[in-house]
């Protein structure tokens, strides 16, 4: 089973985003027994607080649920939990690295370093775009599924 974990700062858009995105994806494809998937925040503001509406609002034209998600915060023991923790930008990236403190089996990435074009992804939050935000959560999933599958670490039919 590939273990993942998004993370965002506040686990309210980004990263639920791309959790119900890509527990989508799989889904539609026959892969759902092959993941776990989940989401987490690097901070504590937001945590017991439910999917941002924005995000909600996005992934419902989708035909997406994000139904009894609530934020909860990135431990260190997730590190041994999870086989990729993937966060959306540097930032995240950072206070990553300041929660599990070290990377040696190089699980930590931003989700589109998968991507052809590596780069961080905006916070709708600030942003006030979820739609520039889902287009990059969908390129990012599409492309860590391509990584997966090249480097066998998928079983197709």
Request: proline share 3%; hydrophobic share 35%.
């Amino acid at each position: 089973m590939i273990k993942i974990l998004f993370i965002c700062h506040g686990n309210i858009c980004r990263s639920p985003m791309a959790e119900f995105v890509l527990k989508d994806m799989v889904a539609r494809r026959g892969l759902k027994d092959q993941f776990y998937i989940a989401s987490a925040a690097t901070s504590r503001e937001e945590i017991g607080n439910p999917v941002h509406r924005g995000t909600r609002e996005k992934l419902r034209e989708h035909g997406i649920s994000t139904a009894g998600k609530c934020a909860v915060q990135l431990k260190k023991s997730d590190y041994e939990a999870f086989d990729y923790l993937l966060g959306m930008e540097k930032w995240n990236i950072s206070n990553i690295m300041r929660i599990i403190g070290t990377d040696p089996d190089h699980k930590v990435y931003r989700l589109l370093d998968f991507s052809d074009r590596p780069r961080d992804i905006a916070d709708p939050w600030y942003t006030g775009n979820f739609d520039v935000t889902y287009d990059d959560v969908v390129e990012g999933c599409e492309a860590l599924l391509a990584y997966l599958e090249k480097n066998g670490e998928i079983r197709t039919r």
